[in-house]
């Protein structure tokens, strides 16, 4: 081995290799002034003590939703101690225990204990401490559809919006963040009452705008010139027609790596082909493994299929096939949807204008299903 071979096996390519995990925060943070200013908007009245408004935020997923909010609510906590924002992941905290706790420990610096306290009294002095200090409570429940699948959407949104009945003065609202445009027919009637919210909504990157965020973030990542612009071209394409930023993101981490497993001081044509082989197929693999018997029949009859199913027709000839309920195949649909396997599309007929057509996400003839 020669001196330079020595020094290379210690030599990387990434200049930081957390710019490329799920939590990283981007330094720029570029083209979300508008949704980010809305929001802003929304807390605002509780600066002065107002009541703040509630906001469902609606978007593709990786277009920033979850970013945005959790720089606003940085920019608002270091504005004023008025407004107590807490940011629930409800991918994790899915029942009201869990959320409730995620609130007490913003307050009071830890979580409840898990046992031997009843849920009202956690209740009562989160909502007495507001009392107290005057301080208004903005909850973004981010991911909301996952308190849909455990159920306890309306009792959260209630339990949060109608504090004020039994604790005069108390101020809250709430920010429902969602990649499911289905959400707003989704509530409870009692909910729909109180949770009466604006909508912010979060389209789709432009080209020239995922080329952007990718140089940047490869820009934090790697050191100068490992990133050929040529490459950098291939990510962002491939990532605007795949729809999501997390997929360039990680194609750029996974070029990072098959390039310096190979010693080389450069990202290559090569390195990419392979990294872009073993995303698309490692994602689809694992996906399809974890799928029940429901969702997998109906991919089945979806990738048999020459022609475009609507998601009526498709839900006719399911329940004919298995005989299983309506909302067993909506709720199938639901799952393949969320794990991105199929896209639903709005084609503006049927009634509101709500059927839907389903297009597959992945080449079936490469995968057994
Ligand atoms: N404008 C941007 N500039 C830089 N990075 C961005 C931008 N928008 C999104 N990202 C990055 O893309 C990834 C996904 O962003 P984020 O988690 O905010 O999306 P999301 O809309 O909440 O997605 P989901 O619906 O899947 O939860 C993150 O790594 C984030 O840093
Ligand atoms: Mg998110």
Do not use: W
């Not at 909010?69 to 107590?84: M, N």
């Amino acid at each position: 081995m020669g001196i330079e071979d020595i020094l290379m096996a210690d030599e990387s390519l990434f200049q930081n290799i957390n710019a490329f995990d799920p939590d990283y925060f981007p330094q720029n943070f570029n083209y979300r002034d508008t949704q980010m200013e809305a929001m802003a908007m929304s807390i605002r009245p509780a600066l002065r003590g107002g009541q703040p408004s509630n906001a469902i935020v609606l978007g593709s997923p990786a277009t920033g939703k979850s970013t945005s909010i959790r720089k606003v609510f940085e920019l608002v906590e270091k504005t004023s101690d008025k407004v107590v924002c807490v940011y629930i992941n409800c991918q994790l905290h899915t029942t009201r225990f869990g959320i409730f706790s995620q609130i007490y420990k913003k307050l009071f610096g830890h979580i409840p204990p898990e046992t031997g306290v009843p849920f009202s009294r956690i209740y009562d002095q989160i909502m007495k401490d507001l009392q107290k200090k005057e301080r208004s409570l903005v909850v973004a429940l981010d991911d909301i559809n996952y308190l849909f699948q455990s159920k306890n959407a309306d009792k959260v949104v209630y339990d949060l919006l109608r504090a004020y009945e039994e604790y005069p003065g108390v101020k809250t609202s709430i920010f429902a963040i969602l990649s499911d445009l289905e959400f707003k027919y989704a509530f409870d009637k009692n909910v729909n009452t109180v949770f009466i919210p604006q909508e912010i909504t979060f389209p789709l990157y432009t080209y020239s705008e995922l080329e952007d965020i990718l140089r940047d973030r490869a820009k934090a990542g790697f050191f100068p010139n490992v990133l050929p612009d040529d490459i950098l071209e291939q990510i962002a394409m491939y990532t605007e027609e795949n729809g999501d930023l997390r997929v360039g993101i990680n194609l750029l981490r996974s070029c990072g790596n098959i390039a310096e497993a190979d010693a080389s001081r450069q990202i290559t044509q090569e390195h990419f082909d392979k990294a872009m082989e073993s995303l698309v197929s490692v994602n689809v693999f694992e996906t399809l493994k974890s799928l029940n018997d429901n969702e997998r029949t109906i991919l089945r009859m979806i990738s048999d299929y020459e022609g475009i199913y609507t998601a009526g027709e498709l839900s006719e000839l399911f329940k004919q096939k298995t005989g299983s309920s309506y909302a067993s195949f909506n709720r199938a649909l639901d799952k393949l949807e969320f794990v991105r396997l199929i896209d639903t599309k709005f084609t503006g007929k049927g009634v509101r204008g709500k059927s839907r057509e389903i297009i597959l996400r992945f080449n079936p003839d490469d995968y057994a299903i």
